[in-house]
């Protein structure tokens, strides 16, 4: 189970912080990613964190947005700096788990997380 948090309603260069984590039976946890999603248009990936910490960005939160995670804490952060009114989406987390060592790694969703951009 994914338990996101953390939007909310914020003034263009404004920040939020997203929050997102796995609940459930754990064996490791792969890669943990942010998705957005408004409407009209298809869900896109914004960040992406591997369990080693390797990160990525769209080219569009570049050097606004940071993505993290807590692997004690099987959680995942995107700290959101400078927004702008086109990030006003909805966020979603994803991350793969592996429950057992003998069963093959799943994505799972969380539910949305709106986040408000006003100009």
């Known amino acids: 189970q994914l338990q996101a948090s953390g939007g909310g309603l914020v003034q263009a260069g404004g920040s939020l912080r997203l929050s997102c984590a796995v609940s459930g039976s754990i064996f490791r946890t792969n890669d943990m990613d942010w998705y957005r999603q408004d409407p009209g248009n298809q869900r896109e990936l914004v960040a992406i964190?591997?369990?080693?910490?390797?990160?990525d960005y769209a080219d569009s939160v570049k050097g606004r947005f940071t993505i993290s995670r807590d692997n004690a804490k099987n959680t995942v952060y995107l700290q959101m700096n400078s927004l702008k009114p086109e990030d006003t989406a909805v966020y979603y987390c994803n991350v793969n788990v592996k429950t057992s060592p003998i069963r093959v790694a799943t994505d799972y969703w969380g539910k949305g997380t709106l986040v408000t951009v006003s100009s």
């Open positions: 964190i591997t369990n080693g910490g390797s990160t």
